[in-house]
Nanobody, 115 residues
Framework: QVHLVESGGGLVQPGGSLRLSCVVSGSIFSIYAMGWYRQAPGKERELVAVINSDRSTRYADSVKGRFTISRDNAKNTVFLQMNSLKPEDTAVYYC?????????WGQGTQVTVSS
C-alpha cells in the first residue's frame, strides 16, 4: 500500500520561508512524477509545482521565482522550498504521486502566512 506523508507546514510571517517534505512509502518512487497542490478555504485545489522522473519541473505562475520543487530519490522524498511567502499562499498543501492511470494523495499540511 502506498502512503504519502507531508510535513513542514506551520505559521510564518509574510516574507518568510518554509520547506515542506513529502515521504513516500510502498512504491517505486523514482519513476513517478510528484506534485505539490494546495487548497485554500472556499477554493478548489490547485497545482503548485510538479517534478517529473527526469527532474523537469513546472510551476504555477503565482509561485514562479519564489517556490522550488526538488526530489531525493534515495530518500523517497519530494520537497517544496517556499520563499517570500505571502498571505495568499495560506492553504493546506498536499503532495501527489502520479502514475499511469492512478495517483495517490497525502493527508496535507497547513501553511498559514500571517503577521
Amino acid at each position: 500500500q502506498v502512503h504519502l506523508v507531508e510535513s513542514g507546514g506551520g505559521l510564518v510571517q509574510p516574507g518568510g520561508s518554509l520547506r515542506l517534505s513529502c515521504v513516500v512509502s510502498g512504491s517505486i518512487f523514482s519513476i513517478y512524477a510528484m506534485g505539490w497542490y494546495r487548497q485554500a478555504p472556499g477554493k478548489e485545489r490547485e497545482l503548485v509545482a510538479v517534478i517529473n522522473s527526469d527532474r523537469s519541473t513546472r510551476y504555477a505562475d503565482s509561485v514562479k521565482g519564489r517556490f522550488t520543487i526538488s526530489r531525493d530519490n534515495a530518500k523517497n522524498t519530494v520537497f517544496l522550498q517556499m520563499n517570500s511567502l505571502k498571505p495568499e499562499d495560506t492553504a493546506v498543501y498536499y503532495c501527489k504521486l502520479d502514475g499511469l492511470g492512478f495517483h495517490y494523495w497525502g493527508q496535507g499540511t497547513q501553511v498559514t502566512v500571517s503577521s
